[in-house]
């Protein structure tokens, strides 16, 4: 990936519960990620982990605690808008990869958004289909165009959620490298797995969730394959 | 400024769809023009009995032709979780439905202007004449029902029995506006013609107050 001007942030969780009715979604989660940090959050389907990351993108506004974003510039809510993939594609079937990726940065405020938008596609390998609507692409080529639209504004931090779901081994070899990448680059990655992955060897930190509430949290190589493995769970 | 970038990007968006699937128009063009006909034979058109009942059916038609226009609104956002990509990009959520509201009039006012002459023609009703007033309560009754339809559609989008809650939370909202411009186009399409500006200033008040509480307290019904 082409080397990006943006500040590096970090997040922190203070406390954070979702209530879905009955249903408690998080409990009581608190966890201070700083700034370049690649955090892999493990766990269980309905674990939390979407939740969690849904949170962080301020999709889902908590029950209770906050959420608060920290900038290596200086602070605030407008400075950080994190870059987000998750499992649906986030992105119009009815229109073509070009058209939805500048649809996106004219929304984002994307100086030059045409040449970002070109930059991009070349990036993830879909300058050849850019012309094509995006119903006629497989799902990896999909995912391409999503994780494209998440970094059209240059995100400091970046939200994915299962990014590698649908992917074929290519897919996955293609996202672990731009992920690597993006990470070397001094982005904040959080990110929701499955098992251990090319994708997971990326991360410097891995967490657990289990039933909302974190269950781990190491930095250190066995304990973290334990965390992605469900070894000790 | 932002929010008018964001809205006028966002309404390019719709058109273009729109143009492509057809979905919206067809559908509700189709679903006019099948009351109308229908009800041209069990009235007589040349009757002043039919230029009565007229102006009711007529908005009846379009009102249930925008419920079924609305329905998708929201719905096709949730599709590959597009609605989600637009609240983290959007400076100002109201961009949202600004854009949403103005399609939706665009499409309401297109499908009743395409509709109005097959109208004219079956209940034997002059429209020329009155034209322009015509055209302003089209434009009036269908900017409200598209503000308060709009909202709606985002509320019925997240609810379980989405397709049955939209028409039943719209129907009885927006019977003033039912009334009100009944009301104006029996008055336009009388044999005196003239217009009954109580009933203009009635939708006039109505798109303003719902417009702006949908300024107020739009973010919120965005929310999961």
Same mark, same amino acid.
């Given at each position: 990936?082409?080397?990006? +001007?943006?500040?590096?942030?970090?997040?922190?969780f203070?406390n954070i519960e979702k209530r879905y009715g009955r249903l408690l979604a998080l409990r009581r989660v608190?966890?201070?990620?700083?700034?370049?940090?690649?955090?892999?959050?493990?766990?269980?389907?309905?674990s939390g982990k979407t939740t969690l990351l849904r949170v962080a993108?301020r999709l889902v506004r908590p029950s209770r605690g906050a959420l608060?974003?920290?900038?290596?510039?200086?602070?605030?809510?407008?400075?950080?808008?994190?870059?987000?993939?998750?499992?649906?594609?986030?992105?119009?079937?009815?229109?073509?990869?070009?058209?939805?990726?500048?649809?996106?940065?004219?929304?984002?405020?994307?100086?030059?958004?045409?040449?970002?938008?070109?930059?991009?596609?070349?990036?993830?390998?879909?300058?050849?289909?850019?012309?094509?609507?995006?119903?006629?692409?497989?799902?990896?080529?999909?995912?391409?165009?999503?994780?494209?639209?998440?970094?059209?504004?240059?995100?400091?931090?970046?939200?994915?959620?299962?990014? %590698?779901?649908?992917?074929?081994?290519?897919?996955? %070899?293609?996202?672990?490298?731009?992920?690597?990448?993006?990470?070397?680059?001094? *982005?904040?990655?959080?990110?929701?797995?499955?098992?251990?992955?090319?994708?997971?060897?990326?991360?410097?930190? %891995?967490?657990?969730l289990?039933a909302g509430s974190?269950? +781990?949290?190491? *930095?250190?190589?066995?304990?973290?394959?334990?965390?992605?493995?469900?070894?000790?769970? | 400024?932002?929010?008018?970038? @964001?809205?006028?990007?966002?309404?390019?968006?719709?058109?273009?769809?729109?143009?492509?699937?057809?979905?919206?128009?067809?559908?509700?063009?189709?679903?006019?023009? &099948?009351?109308?006909?229908?009800?041209?034979?069990?009235?007589? #058109?040349?009757?002043?009995?039919?230029?009565?009942?007229? #102006?009711?059916?007529?908005?009846?038609?379009?009102?249930?032709?925008?419920?079924?226009?609305?329905?998708?609104?929201? $719905?096709?956002?949730?599709? @590959?979780?597009?609605?989600?990509?637009?609240?983290?990009?959007? !400076?100002?959520?109201?961009?949202?439905?600004?854009?949403?509201?103005?399609? @939706?009039?665009?499409?309401?006012?297109?499908?009743?202007?395409?509709?109005? =002459? /097959?109208?004219?023609?079956?209940? @034997?009703?002059?429209?020329? =004449?009155?034209?322009?007033?015509?055209?302003?309560?089209?434009?009036?009754?269908?900017?409200? &029902?598209?503000?308060?339809?709009?909202?709606? !559609?985002?509320?019925?989008?997240?609810?379980?029995?989405?397709?049955?809650?939209?028409? $039943?939370?719209?129907?009885?909202?927006?019977? #003033?506006?039912?009334?009100?411009?009944?009301?104006?186009?029996? !008055? /336009?399409?009388?044999?005196?013609?003239?217009?009954?500006?109580?009933?203009?200033?009635? /939708?006039?008040?109505?798109?303003?107050?719902?417009?702006?509480? /949908?300024?107020?307290?739009?973010?919120?019904?965005?929310e999961e």
């Open positions: 990936m082409t080397p990006l +001007a943006f500040s590096p942030a970090g997040l922190r203070e608190s966890l201070v990620i700083a700034p370049g940090e690649c955090v892999v959050i493990a766990g269980r389907n309905g993108a608060s974003f920290s900038s290596v510039s200086g602070d605030g809510k407008e400075a950080v808008r994190p870059g987000f993939v998750a499992h649906a594609t986030m992105v119009y079937d009815e229109l073509t990869a070009e058209e939805n990726l500048l649809l996106f940065a004219r929304l984002l405020g994307v100086v030059q958004a045409q040449t970002r938008v070109e930059v991009l596609l070349h990036e993830v390998g879909l300058w050849e289909r850019r012309a094509s609507l995006v119903r006629t692409f497989s799902r990896g080529m999909r995912q391409r165009v999503a994780i494209a639209r998440a970094l059209l504004h240059e995100p400091a931090i970046l939200l994915l959620d299962e990014p %590698a779901t649908g992917l074929d081994p290519q897919g996955v %070899a293609w996202l672990a490298e731009a992920l690597r990448g993006l990470r070397d680059s001094g *982005r904040t990655i959080l990110m929701s797995l499955h098992g251990e992955s090319e994708i997971s060897s990326l991360g410097t930190r %891995a967490v657990r289990d974190i269950a +781990a949290d190491t *930095r250190t190589g066995a304990t973290f394959r334990s965390i992605l493995t469900f070894a000790d769970a | 400024m932002r929010l008018f970038t @964001n809205c006028g990007a966002l309404i390019g968006k719709e058109l273009r769809t729109e143009y492509r699937s057809r979905e919206l128009l067809t559908t509700t063009i189709v679903f006019i023009l &099948i009351v109308i006909v229908l009800f041209s034979f069990t009235f007589d #058109p040349t009757s002043d009995e039919s230029r009565r009942f007229a #102006p009711g059916l007529l908005w009846l038609a379009f009102l249930f032709a925008a419920s079924l226009m609305l329905q998708p609104c929201f $719905l096709r956002e949730q599709h @590959n979780d597009t609605l989600s990509a637009l609240r983290l990009s959007v !400076s100002d959520p109201f961009a949202i439905f600004l854009a949403k509201l103005v399609a @939706n009039t665009l499409f309401l006012l297109l499908t009743e202007l395409i509709l109005l =002459p /097959l109208f004219a023609i079956m209940y @034997n009703v002059a429209v020329v =004449p009155v034209l322009h007033w015509l055209v302003l309560v089209f434009f009036l009754a269908s900017l409200g &029902i598209s503000i308060a339809g709009t909202a709606l !559609s985002a509320i019925s989008a997240q609810a379980r029995m989405r397709e049955l809650l939209l028409p $039943l939370l719209m129907l009885p909202l927006l019977t #003033p506006i039912l009334v009100a411009s009944t009301e104006v186009t029996k !008055s /336009l399409f009388d044999r005196a013609p003239y217009v009954q500006w109580k009933g203009v200033g009635f /939708l006039a008040v109505f798109d303003l107050v719902f417009l702006t509480a /949908l300024w107020l307290f739009g973010e919120y019904l965005l």
